[in-house]
């Protein structure tokens, strides 16, 4: 059976001259599509679906310029199906029972079943994704959606039952350099007409500015091509100041798999250790504005956050935590904020090492001894046999003694008397070391590691 049209639309191919770059050049084969290897490559269960016709509903999550629409674009070049795509930024209802009512009696004409694809999913409200429901449910269209955001929170729940959920991922900086450098050289579809080149410098800034979004780069390279004049030759050579125009963006100092990555991440967290909130938001202004990847940098904070402030502050972490997913949620630039807040809370917060010198001691103890077995008292005698055993004899119930405390052994024979956690007098942690004096007698104070 002849494959359908993307749209019905006959003179699709003299249509694309006025198309955008990025749609132009959307993939038409499995070959030409770029990233996202654990959905597409081959033999992976959605390939296998999409060349063997057999799709089910889905929903496709991921960041822009991840190739969300364009997957849906190349399943309808691949699939027998008839393809029916709306936006959901422009869609209504009516366009809804339009498509549906269209696919009905093509499946009852001619049995073509028919993919209902809606671009931005999230943008529908309940009553517009409910009225899809009954349809995808009985098979009269077979739904894709496609949307940044997280479907668990923006698609109603009977309709994510019934879709497989495929998560796309960011693409890294060689697939939106491949994604280029096909481009600049494509004549039919892309800007090899032009005779253009670029300069490694301008190609290594408009990967990095992009952010993994794909879309972004061949905008801004569609802008930069024809603003670049020829030479005598008829070439168009574009340099970096060209991209820097096209993406309005200055190129800074900056390589995020090199030296200066490096460095500048040292920086950020001596500067927070030093408790010096001025020069820890400068650090982390000069890489997110030069485009490092903010969740690297979330991540960061949050190792920072266990192992220089550690229970000194143990709202630190917290802090962390929800900046990485603030930035997560609402992703650059207004993610910088969260980023920035949480910087200044770990710059001014108590320090203390302590949490990291007591797990430091237990990994050694761990690695390099014995490992014992645990204690008889502290088992659990879940059965008859293991009673009989010893398993859970002479165990202190903790609640039974007043303030919820009594002395006794926790640890193996061999590390009786070990102390791995010695808490500072900084912040929260002089009321923990006040709090074992009590307990434990002046013993845990002094510290054994």
């Known amino acids: 059976m002849d494959r359908m049209p993307l749209f019905d639309i006959p003179e699709e191919k003299d249509s694309s001259h006025g198309m955008p770059l990025a749609a132009r050049m959307r993939p038409q084969t499995f070959a030409e599509f770029v990233g996202q290897e654990h959905l597409v490559a081959e033999g992976r269960v959605l390939r296998k679906c999409i060349e063997a016709d057999q799709l089910p509903s889905m929903v496709f999550w991921g960041p822009p310029g991840s190739g969300k629409t364009t997957l849906a674009h190349l399943i309808a070049n691949v699939t027998r199906a008839h393809f029916s795509p709306l936006s959901a930024v422009s869609a209504g209802v009516v366009d809804l029972r339009r498509v549906i009512g269209e696919g009905r009696k093509r499946l009852k004409s001619s049995g073509q079943r028919t993919i209902l694809f809606v671009d931005e999913i999230h943008r529908f409200n309940k009553a517009q994704q409910d009225s899809v429901l009954p349809f995808v449910e009985d098979g009269t269209v077979t739904f894709i959606g496609a949307t940044t955001e997280n479907p668990s929170f923006e698609v109603i729940s009977p309709l994510l039952s019934r879709c497989r959920v495929f998560r796309l991922n960011l693409l890294s900086d060689g697939d939106v350099r491949l994604i280029v450098e096909r481009a600049i050289k494509d004549v039919d579809r892309g800007l090899g007409k032009l005779r253009i080149t670029a300069s490694d410098e301008a190609l290594r800034h408009l990967v990095t500015i992009s952010s993994g979004d794909a879309r972004v780069a061949l905008n801004a390279l569609e802008m930069a091509a024809p603003a670049t004049l020829p030479d005598a030759d008829g070439l168009?050579?574009?340099?970096?100041?060209?991209?820097?125009?096209?993406?309005?963006?200055?190129?800074?100092?900056?390589?995020?798999?090199?030296?200066?990555?490096?460095?500048?991440?040292?920086?950020?967290?001596?500067?927070?250790?030093?408790?010096?909130?001025?020069?820890?938001?400068?650090?982390?202004?000069?890489?997110?504005?030069?485009?490092?990847?903010?969740?690297?940098?979330?991540?960061?904070?949050?190792?920072?956050?266990?192992?220089?402030?550690?229970?000194?502050?143990?709202?630190?972490?917290?802090?962390?935590?929800?900046?990485?997913?603030?930035?997560?949620?609402?992703?650059?630039?207004?993610?910088?904020?969260?980023?920035?807040?949480?910087?200044?809370?770990?710059?001014?917060?108590?320090?203390?090492?302590?949490?990291?010198?007591?797990?430091?001691?237990?990994?050694?103890?761990?690695?390099?001894?014995?490992?014992?077995?645990?204690?008889?008292?502290?088992?659990?005698?879940?059965?008859?046999?293991?009673?009989?055993?010893?398993?859970?004899?002479?165990?202190?119930?903790?609640?039974?003694?007043?303030?919820?405390?009594?002395?006794?052994?926790?640890?193996?024979?061999?590390?009786?008397?070990?102390?791995?956690?010695?808490?500072?007098?900084?912040?929260?942690?002089?009321?923990?070391?006040?709090?074992?004096?009590?307990?434990?007698?002046?013993?845990?104070?002094?510290?054994?590691?």
């Open 236 to 449: 168009r050579s574009i340099d970096l100041s060209a991209v820097e125009e096209a993406l309005q963006h200055r190129a800074l100092l900056y390589d995020k798999s090199g030296d200066q990555h490096y460095d500048l991440i040292s920086a950020l967290h001596k500067s927070l250790r030093g408790s010096d909130p001025d020069a820890a938001l400068y650090w982390l202004g000069r890489m997110l504005e030069a485009g490092e990847d903010p969740l690297y940098i979330a991540r960061r904070l949050m190792r920072f956050a266990s192992e220089d402030v550690g229970v000194a502050d143990p709202q630190a972490l917290v802090v962390t935590v929800a900046a990485q997913q603030a930035v997560h949620f609402v992703g650059l630039p207004e993610g910088n904020l969260a980023l920035a807040e949480a910087v200044v809370y770990l710059a001014t917060a108590p320090k203390s090492n302590s949490l990291y010198r007591a797990y430091s001691g237990v990994q050694k103890d761990v690695q390099q001894g014995r490992n014992e077995p645990v204690p008889l008292h502290l088992r659990n005698p879940v059965t008859d046999l293991m009673h009989r055993m010893g398993h859970g004899q002479g165990y202190k119930y903790a609640h039974d003694y007043p303030d919820h405390f009594v002395e006794q052994r926790n640890l193996p024979p061999s590390l009786e008397g070990k102390r791995y956690y010695v808490p500072t007098e900084q912040g929260y942690e002089k009321e923990i070391a006040d709090r074992l004096k009590k307990w434990w007698g002046e013993s845990h104070e002094e510290g054994k590691v």
